[in-house]
T-cell receptor, first 112, second 115 residues
Framework: DGGITQSPKYLFRKEGQNVTLSCEQN?????MYWYRQDPGQGLRLIYY???????QKGDIAEGYSVSREKKESFPLTVTSAQKNPTAFYLC???????????FGPGTRLTVL | AQKITQTQPGMFVQEKEAVTLDCTYD???????LFWYKQPSSGEMIFLIY????DEQNATEGRYSLNFQKARKSANLVISASQLGDSAMYFC????????????WGAGTKLIIKP
């Protein structure tokens, strides 16, 4: 079945540690996105990538980094520079020119 | 200024009744698209319906329809014959022309269906 997988589902991190969230898609989509969602709020864009080896900052990129070495994969690293990283992180993808974004199941990150 | 406004933080609706979730948007583009997504308590975002700015007919997908009023810049979601499984957060989003496929999201409406 085609879709987007995110791992892990729950992640706990100590302050000062970097952590990488995985996002993989087998939909052959060109564009991929990372969003952050805080309780009771909508989605805010962290980074997006339209093609391999290229990505752009979204509205809240500070403290995050990404890579796009393969079309299928778009990992997000939450660095120690992110001051308030506890949140729900959603990865999405879309075929260029298509309308809807498809989402993964999300990763809930908690900083202890 | 907010580009997507959802004025209803929460709603309670009796099962089997129809429900309308409000969404107003702000854009100066002539070409744009409007989306509705559902987010159950499990967290995944589920695409429901899409309306293009040039579409003359209101979009429909099963029990979901989009009441598109372009002059008023509103794109309300209508759910007919609500079911208990419709209880979730609902988000309105907009994609503007030349936005690199980025979506702008509203804050969401929490819908609870009462048995």
């Amino acid at each position: 079945d085609g879709g987007i997988t995110q791992s892990p589902k729950y992640l706990f991190r100590k302050e000062g540690q970097n952590v990488t969230l995985s996002c993989e898609q087998n939909l052959n989509h060109d564009a991929m996105y990372w969003y952050r969602q805080d309780p009771g709020q909508g989605l805010r864009l962290i980074y997006y990538s339209q093609i391999v080896n290229d990505f752009q900052k979204g509205d809240i990129a500070e403290g995050y980094s990404v890579s796009r070495e393969k079309k299928e994969s778009f990992p997000l690293t939450v660095t120690s520079a992110q001051k308030n990283p506890t949140a729900f992180y959603l990865c999405a993808s879309t075929l260029r020119g298509d309308n809807e974004q498809f989402f993964g199941p999300g990763t809930r990150l908690t900083v202890l | 200024a907010q580009k997507i406004t959802q004025t209803q933080p929460g709603m309670f609706v009796q099962e089997k009744e129809a429900v309308t979730l409000d969404c107003t948007y702000d854009t100066s583009d002539q070409s744009y698209g409007l989306f509705w997504y559902k987010q159950p308590s499990s967290g995944e975002m589920i695409f429901l319906i899409y309306q293009g700015s040039y579409d003359e007919q209101n979009a429909t997908e099963g029990r979901y329809s989009l009441n598109f009023q372009k002059a008023r810049k509103s794109a309300n979601l209508v759910i007919s014959a609500s079911q208990l499984g419709d209880s979730a957060m609902y988000f309105c989003a907009m994609r503007e022309r030349d936005s690199n496929y980025q979506l702008i999201w509203g804050a969401g409406t929490k819908l609870i269906i009462k048995p």
